[in-house]
């Protein structure tokens, strides 16, 4: 598991940005900063990637530089992934693309339900796929979201990658999932409140990105 945060860096910088509560009032500084976590968190995972030399030509002479083999597929969990995925697409700007439209039910007050709608994804037998949710909570969005694409082919590896996780979400992905994952996340945070929402975390990503859901 790769924690960002654990590191310093000027990660820390817009992990904060993104949790202050008068700042994360500005969607567009909000969506940015998601977007920029993102890259961050792709650059990261890029180094656990395959890459080969390859030759160059410049103006001046030959170069080699190492550059990424890998057939990536990068899933965004709507909507709160889009601006977190972006900075994935960024990063990867290769990738093919899955998209998934999931949520959580929110009158289920004791236990987090799932609502799954549109699903669209590139072929992804084969490749590897990169799991694109900011909010890594109960777990269960990204759980039913990987057994949904699961019925279409077998990734060769999976990755699940999330601003901010808490520790009942992973316990639940371990426990559930049939395949293997590496987690690349940008804060392990303390735990999960009544209500299923991260502590201390930021709050509603979605809503917060793109409006209060009605
Ligand atoms: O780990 P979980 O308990 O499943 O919670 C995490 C999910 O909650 C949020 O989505 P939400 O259902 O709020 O939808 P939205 O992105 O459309 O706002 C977030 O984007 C995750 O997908
Ligand atoms: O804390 C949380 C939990 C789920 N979804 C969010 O956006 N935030």
């Not at 190492?66 to 990536?72: E, I």
């Amino acid at each position: 598991m790769f924690i960002l945060n654990q590191k310093a860096s000027i990660a820390g910088d817009i992990l904060r940005e993104l949790r202050d509560e008068n700042l994360q009032k500005d969607r567009r500084r909000f969506r940015e900063n998601l977007t920029k976590i993102g890259f961050l968190l792709g650059y990261e995972l890029s180094k656990s990637l395959s890459f080969s030399p390859k030759e160059v030509q410049t103006p001046l002479g030959k170069a080699v530089e190492k550059t990424c083999d890998s057939d990536l597929v990068l899933v965004c969990l709507l909507r709160a992934s889009l601006p977190f995925y972006q900075g994935f697409l960024q990063c990867f700007p290769e990738a093919e693309s899955a998209f998934i439209g999931v949520k959580r039910l929110e009158n289920k007050i004791t236990e987090v339900e799932i609502d799954l709608g549109y699903l669209a994804t590139a072929d992804f037998d084969q490749k590897e796929l990169v799991i694109c949710d900011p909010m890594l909570a109960s777990g269960k969005s990204i759980y039913h979201s990987i057994n949904e694409l699961l019925k279409l082919g077998t990734p060769s590896k999976i990755y699940i990658a999330s601003a901010f996780a808490a520790p009942e979400g992973i316990n639940y992905l371990k426990t559930n999932l049939s395949l293997p994952f590496d987690l690349w996340l940008g804060s392990l945070e303390e735990g999960l409140n009544k209500k299923s929402f991260i502590v201390p975390g930021l709050g509603d990503a979605g809503d917060l990105a793109f409006g209060e859901k009605i």
